[in-house]
């Protein structure tokens, strides 16, 4: 058995006329992400772990913001299009850890479903993954609540 371990992290700024989504979820919020796609920091990072540990690259290979045919896209269609690369190469995810960064909105309220959004994206068990949320401590562009960053680690299992 092989065992790869990935690692993605991504930030994007918060800006008002955009709706916010995390884990494939809509969050209430006032604000939402700036980005090529629908800005979902945690999704992008979840698929530059899943890119990175099958020595495949970056989102960036295959979604380039240049590309206007996936403006506005579905980052769970990224996280789809990412595992079917990761598959093709003879890998299954063996679990999934998610770190978002923000000092606002609290996310406790919607781990429960961005945990079950994550699982069915990546045809795994619930248990295989964790979603937590954390503040910046008033720190960086973070903390100045101006932007939202996510980390992500993964485990791939090949035979």
């Known amino acids: 058995m092989k065992i790869r371990i990935g ?70 269609l990224i996280v789809k299009k990412c595992l079917s690369l990761v598959e093709s190469k003879g890998y299954k995810v063996g679990n999934v850890d998610i770190n978002i960064v923000t000092e606002e909105p609290h996310l406790q309220p919607f781990i429960g479903k961005m945990r079950e959004s994550v699982a069915m994206m990546l045809g795994v068990d619930i248990d295989s993954v964790s979603v937590k949320a954390m503040t910046n401590e008033g720190l960086d562009a973070v903390g100045k609540e101006t932007a939202i960053r996510a980390t992500a680690s993964l485990t791939l299992i090949g035979e």
């Open 7 to 76: 690692f993605g992290e991504d930030i994007h700024r918060l800006v008002s006329g955009r709706k916010l989504f995390l884990c494939g979820i809509p969050v209430p919020f006032d604000l939402g992400l700036l980005g090529h796609s629908d800005g979902d920091v945690a999704l992008h990072a979840l698929s530059d772990a899943l890119l990175g540990a099958a020595a495949l690259g970056d989102i960036g290979k295959y979604f380039p913001p240049s590309d206007p045919s996936t403006e506005g896209i579905s980052s769970a």
